[in-house]
């Protein structure tokens, strides 16, 4: 990376961050990922992936060896301040080159230029501080900064269950990339290992741009052995299907759309699998 580009990136993250009253640190070499680590990174990053769906144990020398393997590999890792006590980390992003990210990279190199883009590889904000925008100011400078660095798209993958994730990135203006999927083998609390489906999203630098819609209540549930969703807001009869297609596209693990108000569904959900308010793409 020549100085020219570190200066840019240096600047990108303390203005962006600042306009957000965000400060935001780039970890870029060994000296500042130990600052990283006193301020509280690695307890932070153990207690977000300690909680469900993930059920993760790391040990500190672990996620220092995650970030650092980041930064050696040519990566961006950017850190925020928690907003209530600035001596803390209260949340991190991070990117690597798609190309060394290997099983995903082979995976879809017939869709893109793999050496123009970076895999969004973390993505964690501290449970107190969520749902304030943090991590949708954090994805922002990180997918500008590595424009900056040359990485015109950033792809990130997650799990088709992950309807809070996907949420957040369609309201980021990710896009998902239709049809493509991989099955990663994953642990299960039980200790067994299962397979979960996983779906890709990409951003680029005209996210900001992207138009996005919002259903203001749509449950999730299994009825009759189908992921259903019930969408609760009144939607025209005319942009129905529309929304419905949009909606399945997104979230992939959805296997049919119903709008309540007319269909009034009897069945008694087995699972709710989640009942708030939802980005789509408009
Ligand atoms: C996913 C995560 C990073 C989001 O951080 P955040 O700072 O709360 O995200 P933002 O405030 O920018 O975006 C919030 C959007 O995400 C979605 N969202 C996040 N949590 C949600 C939840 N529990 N229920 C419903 N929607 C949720 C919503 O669309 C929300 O927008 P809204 O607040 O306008 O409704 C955070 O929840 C987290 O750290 N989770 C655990 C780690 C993880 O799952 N990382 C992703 C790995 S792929």
Not at 102 to 112: C, G, K, R, Y
Not at 168 to 191: E, H, M, Y
Request: aromatic share 8%.
């Amino acid at each position: 990376m020549t100085t020219a580009i570190r200066q840019n990136i240096t600047k990108t993250v303390a203005q962006t961050g600042a306009q957000n009253n965000l400060t935001i640190d780039w970890v870029s070499d060994t000296r500042s990922m130990e600052r990283a680590a006193g301020d509280g990174l690695l307890t932070l990053y153990r207690d977000v992936f300690a909680e469900a769906p993930y059920f993760e144990t790391f040990t500190d020398d672990e996620v220092f060896g995650f970030f650092m393997t980041a930064v050696d590999q040519g990566g961006l890792v950017l850190t925020a301040r928690d907003p209530n006590n600035e001596g803390r980390i209260g949340a991190f992003v991070s990117s690597i080159p798609l190309a060394a990210k290997e099983s995903v990279a082979s995976h879809v190199s017939d869709l893109l230029d793999t050496t123009r883009c970076a895999y969004f590889a973390e993505d964690g904000v501290a449970a107190n501080l969520r749902r304030r925008g943090i991590s949708g100011t954090m994805k922002k400078i990180l997918i500008e900064c590595n424009a900056l660095a040359g990485f015109d798209n950033v792809l990130l993958r997650t799990s088709i269950n992950s309807y809070p994730q996907i949420s957040a990135v369609t309201k980021a203006g990710g896009r998902v990339i239709s049809g493509l999927f991989q099955d990663v083998a994953s642990p299960k609390q039980s200790g067994e290992t299962a397979m979960d489906r996983r779906v890709f999203f990409l951003f680029n630098r005209q996210a900001a741009q992207q138009q996005t819609a919002i259903i203001n209540r749509v449950t999730i549930a299994e009825i009759e052995g189908r992921n259903t969703a019930i969408i609760q807001d009144p939607v025209q009869a005319t942009d129905r299907p529309s929304l419905a297609f949009r909606l399945r596209d997104t979230y992939a693990a959805i296997d049919r759309v119903v709008f309540n108000e007319t269909q009034g569904m009897k069945a008694n959900p087995s699972r709710v699998a989640f009942d708030a308010k939802m980005y789509v793409p408009a």
